[in-house]
């Protein structure tokens, strides 16, 4: 098996891992470093993909802040210790999500059974800048604009007044 | 490398998110789940990136990335204001508009 193939499975099996590990614990602040470690792993299969800025995006803005951001919530709501984390529709939603990744496994599979993918692009990040700033410009500047309105709007939720 | 493995690890993250939004109760948790769609949704569009060479994908995701990061914000700012007004963040306490 080539290199970036035996890559791919330990990091896949890592992702794996850390999302069951997410959405399974009864733990608040366990959820959150399991969320953590899921999505630095699906950044590292970014980048094994060829997507350099995206992962380290990815880090940056998923791991560095909106885990910290959770961690907040977590800690300023002190819900860490009491246990509110579950309702009691489990084994129904275990059902649904069964369902779900069946029927998604079965269309990939049908339609994607053979076809193989080979890590040869990297698109950098001259590139992707480039066309954010030519192609992209008014999406990105909406974007902007709606992280703006997102800031406010925070504080104004947020606030004690 | 069958391109189907990607898309298989991506579709049982969604699926593990899908489960989470529907049974966890407390309000951060919730929000975690969705992020593990969306970041499910992000590593699909990754991988069509490279298999069909087109960096479409790349630039979508940056932008579902941006848009995740508002998301959370207003989320974390909605949960907290429930806290301080009701002292609880379980979602299905929730219900004063429920017929």
Not at chain 1, 113 to 142: I, S
Request: net charge positive; glycine share 6%; aromatic share 10%.
């Amino acid at each position: 098996m080539a290199l970036p193939t035996i890559a791919f499975w330990i990091l896949a099996a890592f992702t794996a891992v850390s999302t069951l590990f997410t959405v399974l614990t009864r733990n608040v602040v366990h959820s959150a470093l399991g969320l953590a470690a899921s999505l630095i792993g699906a950044a590292a299969l970014f980048i094994l993909f060829g997507a350099q800025f995206v992962g380290l995006a990815q880090i940056l803005i998923y791991v560095g802040a909106v885990v910290i951001l959770f961690m907040f919530g977590i800690m300023l709501t002190g819900t860490a210790v009491r246990p509110v984390v579950d309702n009691d529709q489990r084994p129904a939603a275990a059902l649904v999500a069964l369902a779900v990744f069946l029927v998604l496994a079965a269309g990939i599979v049908s339609s994607f059974g053979t076809k193989k993918v080979r890590f040869q692009v990297a698109f950098p990040t001259v590139q992707l800048g480039h066309q954010l700033f030519t192609t992209w410009v008014l999406p990105f500047e909406a974007v902007s604009i709606l992280l703006l309105a997102a800031l406010v709007g925070a504080i104004v939720l947020a606030r004690r007044d | 490398m069958y391109v189907a493995a990607p898309l298989l690890l991506s579709a049982f993250m969604f699926s593990c998110g899908v489960y989470g939004v529907l049974a966890r109760r407390h309000g951060v948790m919730l929000l975690m789940a969705v992020e593990l769609l969306i970041t499910s949704a992000n590593l699909n569009l990754i991988v069509f990136s490279q298999l069909l060479k087109n960096s479409l994908g790349n630039i979508i995701a940056l932008f579902i990335i941006a848009v995740t990061a508002a998301e959370v914000g207003i989320g974390i700012a909605i949960v907290m204001l429930l806290y301080r007004q009701r002292s609880t963040v379980a979602v299905d306490e929730l219900h004063l508009m429920k017929w």
